[in-house]
């Protein structure tokens, strides 16, 4: 329990978006929700890092899938803490504590989460060795899949893990994607200081809000084919977040305000209730 709430204090400082919804999941669905959560946060720092030259996320992103894809629960975090030891740059305690949150999850539901985890690092690490050039809307597809689609298929797989909700994995996609792409849109300013742009080549802000709103779509068919519970009250919170971030973007806002977010969170709750 006590791991749980450490966990819960670090992802609230990461993600107020995600801290909420996962901070009200029943016992176990809420560990397993929380780690994976975590260890796809620490890799994506890495993926971020502004200090970190590309061929240096590449081999760090690496070794994090490796020790992943060999990990044993009760040397991870030593084993962990050995890479990071040695590492010149300074990184974020999300990403250095990625051994705690791999040994986080229920041990029956875990090499799920591991090996999402690896596959998602080795991914990343193509995407930076290649610089994050995306010329067409199938690099965007592969992008988006590689960093979010593919989390909307774990997040399935934990639904069905926990009760046996069963749902539309195309759908699953479409949930990541939809978030992703309204990310894209959110930190266009940010991405473009660092030297990456997301948007394929001749594409317009509008081009990439369309693409956000047909992936949303489907995100919207996932979690309203959702019965009442863990699963629907989860995704129904960054769903709507997006929906209305995309909103004030296409209005020229740069992002929601706390206040905004605080009323939304509150709204969608009662809905949930009451579905």
């Known amino acids: ?46 993926e971020d ?16 899938s490796l020790k992943l894809q060999s990990i044993d629960r009760e040397t991870a975090v030593d084993d962990f803490s050995k890479v990071f030891n040695t590492h ?54 592969c992008y988006t899949f590689s960093v979010a689609g593919a989390v909307g298929l774990m997040l399935s797989d934990l639904w069905a893990w926990y009760d046996g909700t069963a749902t539309n994995r195309s759908q699953a996609i479409g949930f990541g994607r939809g978030l992703q792409a309204v990310n894209i849109l959110r930190n266009t300013s940010d991405d473009l200081e660092r ?16 693409y956000a709103r047909r992936n949303l779509s489907l995100a919207d068919a996932y979690t309203k084919a959702l019965s009442q ?9 960054p769903l709507t977040l997006a929906h209305a971030t995309l909103d004030v973007l296409i209005l020229g806002k740069p992002k929601l305000s706390r206040s905004q977010v605080m009323s939304l969170i509150e709204q969608v709750t009662s809905t949930a209730l009451n579905k």
């Open 195 to 210: 030297g990456v742009n997301f948007f394929p080549n001749g594409w317009t802000k509008e081009d990439m809000q369309m």
């Open 88 to 141: 010149p740059q300074p990184l974020p305690e999300v990403t250095i504590r990625i051994g705690e949150w791999a040994t986080l999850a229920p041990e029956s539901i875990a090499p799920r989460i591991w090996d999402a985890t690896a596959a998602m690092a080795d991914r990343m690490a193509h995407w930076a060795l290649a610089g994050w050039k995306i010329d067409t809307e199938a690099d965007l597809d």
């Open 1 to 46: 329990m006590n791991s749980c709430k450490n966990a819960l204090k670090v992802l609230e400082k990461t993600s107020r978006t995600f801290y909420i919804p996962i901070s009200r999941l029943p016992s176990g669905l809420q560990e397993a929700t929380a780690a994976a959560y975590l260890c796809m946060r620490a890799i994506d720092e890495i």
């Open 49 to 64: 890092h502004p200090n970190l030259d590309n061929l240096s996320k590449a081999q760090l992103l690496r070794t994090i």
């Open 229 to 237: 519970g863990p699963a629907f009250n989860f995704c129904i919170i």
